[in-house]
């Protein structure tokens, strides 16, 4: 049986206006309605502006880079949904389900660069105590090379985060059909 949300969305046939193009959209785009889509779908001008932020902070990022941040501080949210979303953009750019495995167990010892890894223990410090955040936090991650920009724009893709993974959950969007064997692989160690 479907989750419902747990509060009333405009479903793809009764769409209209800038909602109607949106879901047209990303049904071009994506072959699918997300329900990330639908959870916005009584103000489409906040999904729009939602994704403008996204792709502004994403576009200075490497695709790896943004994509481990996000899959950490999602992480750290315990939002199944993103992790199951950022788990398969991880998939399909070279990682394997061994690999998310082992990055979802202990990211620490999962063969990634020293930079991936202080990049995602600050990301997870931003999610988890951010009013703890001292300069040695943006010291540390200095060190291991980040410029300011890139510590802005990691800081950037934690806290956006948080913000969809906050609202997705506490609203009941549940991941879309497109990631059940993703779940499958993963159910152990999902938060539910």
Same mark, same amino acid.
């Given at each position: 049986?479907?989750?419902?949300? *747990?509060?009333?969305?405009? !479903?793809? #046939? $009764?769409?209209?206006?800038?909602?109607?193009?949106? +879901? $047209?959209?990303?049904?071009?785009?994506?072959? +699918?309605?997300?329900?990330?889509?639908?959870? =916005?779908?009584?103000?489409?001008?906040? &999904?729009?502006?939602?994704?403008? *932020?996204?792709?502004?902070?994403?576009?200075?990022?490497? %695709?790896?880079?943004?994509?481990? #941040?996000?899959?950490?501080?999602? /992480?750290?949210?315990?939002?199944?949904?993103?992790?199951?979303?950022?788990?398969?953009?991880?998939?399909?750019?070279? *990682?394997?389900?061994?690999?998310?495995?082992?990055?979802?167990?202990?990211?620490?010892?999962?063969? &990634?660069?020293?930079?991936?890894?202080?990049?995602?223990? *600050?990301?997870?410090?931003?999610?988890?105590?951010?009013?703890?955040?001292?300069?040695?936090?943006? !010291? &540390?991650?200095?060190? #291991?090379? =980040?410029?300011?920009?890139?510590?802005?724009?990691?800081?950037?893709?934690?806290?956006?985060?948080? =913000?969809? /993974?906050?609202? =997705?959950?506490?609203?009941?969007?549940?991941?879309? $059909? #497109? +990631? /059940?064997?993703?779940?499958?692989?993963?159910?152990?160690? %999902?938060?539910?």
């Amino acid at each position: 049986m479907k989750k419902q949300m *747990f509060i009333q969305t405009i !479903d793809d #046939v $009764e769409a209209e206006g800038k909602l109607h193009e949106i +879901y $047209e959209s990303d049904r071009k785009s994506m072959g +699918y309605v997300p329900n990330h889509a639908k959870v =916005f779908s009584l103000r489409p001008d906040v &999904l729009e502006t939602w994704r403008a *932020f996204q792709g502004s902070i994403r576009k200075n990022l490497r %695709l790896r880079t943004y994509e481990l #941040v996000t899959f950490a501080a999602a /992480s750290a949210l315990k939002c199944r949904y993103c992790l199951l979303a950022h788990g398969t953009i991880l998939i399909k750019n070279g *990682f394997n389900i061994e690999q998310l495995r082992s990055i979802l167990i202990n990211f620490h010892e999962a063969g &990634l660069e020293t930079k991936e890894v202080a990049m995602m223990e *600050f990301a997870q410090k931003i999610i988890r105590n951010a009013n703890e955040m001292t300069q040695n936090d943006v !010291d &540390l991650i200095r060190a #291991v090379g =980040f410029e300011d920009i890139e510590i802005l724009d990691i800081t950037l893709t934690a806290t956006m985060r948080s =913000f969809a /993974s906050k609202t =997705f959950d506490s609203l009941g969007a549940a991941p879309d $059909e #497109v +990631y /059940s064997e993703l779940e499958q692989q993963l159910s152990d160690l %999902l938060p539910t």
